[in-house]
Structures are given as C-alpha cells and as structure tokens.
C-alpha cells in the first residue's frame, strides 16, 4: 500500500512555472516507479513523466523540455517542475505509483496508487 499527496497547484501566466510535490508514504520496502497524470475537463486522463526507482524516466511529447521530473528517495517526496507554461497545461494534476515490473510507462492502467490531485490553472 502506498499513500500519495500532492501540492504545489495554482494558477499562473503562460510562460510562468509551477513545481508540483508529491508525499508518499508506505509500511513497504518496494521500490516504487513514480509518475504524473493530468486530466483537463472533458478529456481523458494522459501520463505526463514517469521516473522508476532506477533513474528511467519518459516524457510525454507535450512536455519534453518544459517539464523535469525529479524524486528525493530519503524525504520520500516526487517533484514535477513545470517550466514554459502553456494554457493546454491547464488540469488536475495527479500522482501514482506502481510497483510493477514494466518501467517507467504512461499508461494509467499500470498505476495501482494515486492522489487525490492538485489543480493547475495557465491563462493566456
């Protein structure tokens, strides 16, 4: 079992920043993957960036070079610091974590643990 809580939405202009935390706690010793999902309103849940235990990560396309995804194993935190901020980066921003063999994927499914979300607003 797995807890998972973010912080660190808001609202900001486009080409502003935001960094996203993600707490997690466990009575485990599994070596976690982490990610980040967002869903906008009226659209389906897609994988922003992933990060396993061993340093992989992935990207989605829409964020390669604007977003970084980072882990701090010893405070058990997952970062997302989102750069160059655009509109269609307006969602719920959410943390999962699976425990699985299959790397550092965007694919919800895989994800057996989540957040409850934190929202990012970018207007225009």
């Known amino acids: 079992q797995v807890q998972l809580v973010e912080s660190g939405g808001g609202s900001v202009q486009a080409g502003g920043s935001l960094r996203l935390s993600c707490a997690w706690t466990?009575?485990?010793?599994?070596?976690?993957?982490l990610a980040w999902f967002r869903q906008a309103p009226g659209k389906e849940r897609e994988g922003v960036a992933a990060?396993?235990?061993?340093?992989?990560?992935k990207y989605a396309d829409s964020v390669k070079g604007r977003f970084t995804i980072s882990r701090d194993n010893a405070k058990r935190i997952l970062y997302l610091q989102m750069d160059s901020l655009k509109p269609e980066d307006t969602a719920t921003y959410y943390c999962?974590?699976?425990?699985?063999?299959?790397?550092?994927?965007?694919?919800?499914?895989?994800?057996?643990?989540w957040g409850q979300g934190t929202q990012v607003a970018v207007s225009s």
């Open positions: 999962a974590a699976h425990a699985r063999w299959v790397g550092p994927v965007l694919i919800s499914s895989e994800y057996a643990y």
């Open positions: 990060l396993d235990s061993d340093g992989s990560s």
């Open positions: 466990t009575q485990t010793y599994s070596n976690y993957c």
